[in-house]
């Protein structure tokens, strides 16, 4: 059997977008690694500690910038977010495919990255939502965020959808079951591509 390097899919969009969603499915199914990264940010109900995101306080999260352990990090709605590079390096090499949920600066320095490794790797794609409309239901619908939270979501996401056109790859969300569709059969034809095949 041919063996092959593992994809690292970067998929970026606006809170509402359904990004999240989509890469979780990918996992579920064991199609890929989701992950999971470091966030200064209070846990949401429902959220598990290890799953969802690592939380970290404030102190943890600049120590562990300190020692490189980060191969991204930025700060997106007042908090710190940030990707380990246990999170993806490893499995990239072994073969896995790799999912992130990552904002656009976070994109931007991946993208700029000198790692052949992850260079060789990388696909990305921009979530986005189908209306303005449509964007505003989902933020409010969430149900989980205060207005003042969701007013700054709403603003954060118009400026965050000029970034699209630095993807390779856009999908402008439908229903769940499309957006999924799309999203896997992007994986999988990346899995054809031969400049992965070892
Ligand atoms: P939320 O707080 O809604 O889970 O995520 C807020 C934003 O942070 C989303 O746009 C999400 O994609 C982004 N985000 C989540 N994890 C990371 C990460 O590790 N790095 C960066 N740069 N952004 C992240």
Known sequence: MTSRTGILLLVSGPSGSGK???CRRLSDEDEAHYSISCTTRPPREGEVDGRDYHFLDRDDFQARIKA???LEHAEVHGNHYGTLKSEVL???????DVVMDIDVQGADQVRS????AIEAALIDLFVMPPSETELRARLTGRGTDAEDV???RMKNA??????????????????????????KSLILAERLRVARLK
């Open 20 to 22: 999240t969603t989509l």
């Open 113 to 116: 990255c000198c790692d052949s």
């Open 150 to 152: 969701i007013a700054l």
């Open 90 to 96: 490893d499995f990239v090499s072994k073969g896995r």
């Open 68 to 70: 490189g352990e980060f």
């Open 158 to 183: 118009l400026e965050e959808m000029e970034h699209w056109p630095k993807y390779s790859y856009r999908l402008l969300s439908a229903t769940r079951e499309e957006d999924y569709l799309n999203f």
